[in-house]
């Protein structure tokens, strides 16, 4: 089992910042990838960023190149996501996630992960 818990979210002012952080327990030794998913309401959930555990390889979605990044500490036990430049669509709760034997570009189809977080929640006001 592993346990994922999210924290940093918040209110923020279009093309303000905020800092998401995941802590991962448990049985992380198994996964190989972590992801951020975020889904706003009456929207399905959709893959924002991963990021391969081992070697560091990340992957984002279209929407949130050059403005968002994953990253992961030294431990490799907690992943963060920068969020800069906010715009109103990035408006959601964000959840962590984590995968077992999950690469490439399916690192962002959550339905490949094993566990999730309960989520945080961002938004982003004009």
């Known amino acids: 089992q592993v346990q994922l818990v999210e924290s940093g979210g918040g209110s923020v002012q279009v093309g303000g910042s905020l800092r998401l952080s995941c802590a991962a327990s448990?049985?992380?030794?198994?996964?190989?990838?972590m992801g951020w998913f975020r889904q706003a309401p009456g929207k399905e959930r959709e893959g924002v960023a991963s990021?391969?555990?081992?070697?560091?390889?990340?992957y984002y979605t279209d929407s949130v190149k050059g403005r968002f990044t994953i990253s992961q500490d030294n431990a490799k036990t907690t992943v963060y996501l920068q969020m800069n430049s906010l715009k109103a669509e990035d408006t959601a709760m964000y959840y962590c996630?984590?995968?077992?034997?999950?690469?490439?570009?399916?690192?962002?189809?959550?339905?490949?992960?094993?566990?999730w977080g309960q989520g945080t929640q961002v938004t982003v006001s004009s």
């Open positions: 996630a984590a995968g077992r034997g999950v690469y490439g570009g399916h690192s962002l189809d959550g339905r490949r992960y094993a566990y």
């Open positions: 448990g049985s992380t030794y198994s996964m190989n990838v």
């Open positions: 990021i391969q555990i081992r070697d560091g390889i990340t």
